[in-house]
């Protein structure tokens, strides 16, 4: 008998929280540090106790057949680093049948709000959550205010951040990834924006993964979700112990410190 949705993002999000670590990055530009060695930092992921992770179709199918794990998300938005102008613009490339269908558990689309393509993008993503409501399939919504035409308004301390959390809710999605808005007040005002999982991504440039921790740790006091976070994990030298230190924060409420510890 197919799983619900509830019962999908029970498993995925466990007690309404979720360590998910995305490996979509190489659609967009390759060489990516990580990512040459695919089958061996998806199995450390599984093995140090990733909830999900979110892969392009393509890959998707080679890891489901290869592993019969439950844990996949589908992400089915593209663009790569050769697109010029339209770099930003996501363009769709698959259903939710299409992503059952390859093995997934879940669905991730991104928008990009503040883009010349924003609105086409919000149509993409508002098409994918009709579709995946219908086979209980849950939906991540990775949603980012970062484009030319962003408006944020003076006395948003989030930078627009919470509507970008906003966004993804209203649009039907399940949980959405957002960026980390720099400290816990004003992502506390995120996460009371919406009421579903909001997962923070890799933090800025240059943050070391003791530091991202830190951020973690912020996150999860202020009403957080969880991490949506990848080249801190799959380009590290030990992706599962990255995992697992994640996982402390996240689901066993231990301090940074406490989970720097199980990095060796």
């Known amino acids: 008998m197919a799983e619900t949705l509830f019962e999908r993002l029970a498993r995925l999000l466990p007690d309404g929280r979720g360590v998910w670590i995305p490996m979509d990055h190489g659609i967009s530009g390759y060489p990516e540090k990580g990512l040459e060695k695919m089958d061996e930092v998806v199995d450390a992921c599984i093995a140090g106790g990733a909830d999900a992770i979110v892969l392009q179709k393509g890959t998707l199918s080679h890891h489901f057949e290869r592993t019969g794990w439950n844990g996949f998300v589908c992400h ?48 993409e993503m508002g098409e994918l959550t009709g579709e995946a409501i219908a086979l209980g399939m849950p939906v991540l919504g990775m949603v980012y205010p970062r484009g030319a035409n962003l408006v944020v308004a003076d006395d948003d301390v989030t930078g627009g951040v919470a509507h970008a959390a906003r966004v993804a809710w209203e649009l039907g999605c399940d949980v959405v990834k957002v960026p980390w808005t720099g400290d816990a007040d004003s992502f506390a005002q995120v996460c009371a924006a919406v009421p579903i999982p909001v997962l923070i991504a890799g933090g800025p440039l240059g943050t070391s993964f003791e530091e991202l921790l830190g951020i973690v740790e912020q996150a999860i006091a202020a009403g957080g979700g969880g991490v949506c976070m990848g080249r801190q994990v799959f380009g590290s030298a030990d992706p599962a112990a990255h995992v697992r230190a994640l996982r402390a924060v996240v689901h066993e409420g231990a301090s940074a410190a406490e989970a720097a510890a199980l990095l060796g």
């Open 76 to 123: 089915v938005s593209v663009s790569t680093v050769h697109g010029g102008s339209r770099a930003g613009e996501k363009v769709r490339v698959a259903s939710a049948d299409e992503c059952l269908f390859r093995g997934a558990s879940a669905c991730s689309a991104q928008v990009n709000l503040g883009d010349e393509a924003e609105p086409e993008m919000i149509a």
